[in-house]
């Protein structure tokens, strides 16, 4: 239920902002009409708080109508590993001339997204903001998706917290799906909690695995420091909304030729809801070498290398298999290493073909970040390292002869 106080000083701030043309201005007063989704984006813009909506309980909430399976398609402007030449000045439509792409963990939670829709017998389902459709559906048909949500409107040529939670809550309000997937990036983290408050429903965060049970998505996510793994259902909350990180969930073979259909949706959007404004952009195109996330082969050291010095050893290495330097919370703790090369529960989740691990113990917290790994070469002095229980190649020994002695044989093959 949507409500306009006393206090409404009649400013007309409110009536551009809706999305669905549901204010009148009656007798300098903002009233509402029946087009209204409770989309929220008039309490935001009210200068005097004379808005207000009230949502009904979840138990008490018909939450039968609920149906699919979303996932929001995440696109980035550098795509995934390639980045931006130093500062640019914001001014506006960006992607004009360079398409932009689709992030790779939008595919990954479609891959998921995929097995849950069949399972639960419903459509699978993208939700794609953008400025301009360069055939986006063609990618996300491929990796699964039936349908497209797309919505096309000039206000949507970067992200903005404001206008895309708007049409998000709005597409929300309208389709009613079941399920909604976000990347646990810096995009989805920013998204999702702001559509999920919008919309009183719950968020699990950072999930490692999702599943149906009994009709509705089972959650899983680390907890307590990651010594427990929580099982979360959300029975009386719709849509049931999850973050997933970027390399956790496996990605899915593509079916090039598999369409999906696309469902133009019109939104209308207003400047005055945009209360964040970009004025310069400075990508670092030095970052590219340090984004371990899309590596192939990762080089990874541990508290056991002893030195930042001996780790310098690890670099040389990775250089000469074509790699990129991982680090355990430990070795980044130790000054090794700088954060954004940390492989974990609070670094990064990866999944390279090739992980090597050189003096890493193998806690928990380490383990959830690389074990999705193609093939795990652990080295380490402790026999009984749980690193072994990952690993496919174990080797119980010395870094300090091992590492010198695989630098010297890849030297000689090269
Ligand atoms: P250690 O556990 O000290 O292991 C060092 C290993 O080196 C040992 O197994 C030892 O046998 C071996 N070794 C020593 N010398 C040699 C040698 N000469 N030759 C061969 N082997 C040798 N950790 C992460 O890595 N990533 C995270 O994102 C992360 N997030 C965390 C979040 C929370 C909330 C918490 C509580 C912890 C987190 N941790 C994380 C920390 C984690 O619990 C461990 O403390 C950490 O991973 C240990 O790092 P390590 O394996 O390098 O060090
Ligand atoms: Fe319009 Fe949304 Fe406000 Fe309803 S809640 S009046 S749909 S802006
Ligand atoms: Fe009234 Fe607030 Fe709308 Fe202004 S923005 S007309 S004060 S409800």
Redo the contacts with the bound molecule.
């Keep these: 239920m949507i409500e306009v106080s006393k206090k409404c000083i009649g400013c007309n701030k409110c009536v551009p902002v809706c999305p669905f043309a549901a204010i009148n201005m009656i007798d300098k007063k903002a009233v509402m009409n029946e087009a209204c989704t409770l989309c929220g984006a008039c309490v935001q813009v009210c200068p005097v708080q004379a808005i207000t909506i009230t949502r009904e309980e979840g138990a008490s909430r018909d939450l039968s109508g609920y149906k699919g399976v979303w996932v929001y398609v995440e696109l980035s402007e550098t795509g995934d590993n390639a980045c931006a030449s130093a500062a640019s000045k914001a001014s506006g439509h960006q992607a004009a001339n360079h398409p932009k792409k689709i992030k790779q963990v939008t595919f990954e939670l479609l891959s998921a997204g995929r097995r849950l829709a069949d399972e639960l017998g419903e459509e699978l389902c993208a939700v794609l903001m953008t400025e301009k459709d360069h055939g986006y559906e063609k990618e996300l048909g491929a990796y699964g998706a039936d349908k497209v949500y797309m919505v096309e409107h000039d206000e949507l040529f970067e992200y903005n917290t404001d206008i895309f939670s708007t049409v998000m809550v709005s597409l929300v309000t309208r389709h009613k799906p079941s399920v909604i997937l976000y990347g646990a990036t810096i995009q989805g983290r920013d998204l999702a909690p702001r559509v999920a408050s919008t919309l009183y429903v719950g968020l699990t965060a950072d999930c490692t695995a999702l599943a149906i049970k009994d009709g509705l998505l089972l959650q899983s996510r680390p907890a307590f ?2 010594n427990i793994m929580a099982d979360i259902l959300a029975p009386n909350s719709r849509p049931q909304m999850a973050t997933v990180r970027p390399n956790v969930m496996k990605l899915g073979e593509p079916v090039h030729g598999r369409s999906a259909l696309v469902v133009r949706e019109s939104a209308k959007l207003d400047k005055s809801l945009r209360r964040v404004k970009v004025l310069e952009r400075k990508i670092d195109h030095g970052s590219a070498t340090v984004r371990i996330e899309n590596a192939n082969i990762i080089v990874s050291g ?3 290398m ?1 030195t930042k010095e001996k780790f310098k050893q690890l670099e040389e290495l990775s250089k000469l298999l074509g790699g990129v330097v991982g680090a ?4 980044v703790d130790l000054g090794f290493k700088e954060k954004t090369h ?6 990064t989740t990866v999944s390279p073909k090739l992980y090597l691990s050189f ?5 928990v ?2 383990i959830v ?1 690389m074990k999705a790994s193609d093939v795990i070469v652990a ?4 026999p009984n ?1 749980p690193i072994f229980n990952v690993a496919k190649y174990g080797i119980v ?4 002869e091992i590492v010198p002695k695989l630098i010297e044989a890849l030297k000689k093959r090269k």
Excluded: F
């Design positions: 420091g990651g541990g508290r056991g002893k355990s919370r430990a070795a940390q492989v974990g529960q609070s670094g003096g890493i113990s193998g806690a917290q380490h970040g080295v380490n002095k402790d390292a020994g010395d870094i300090n």
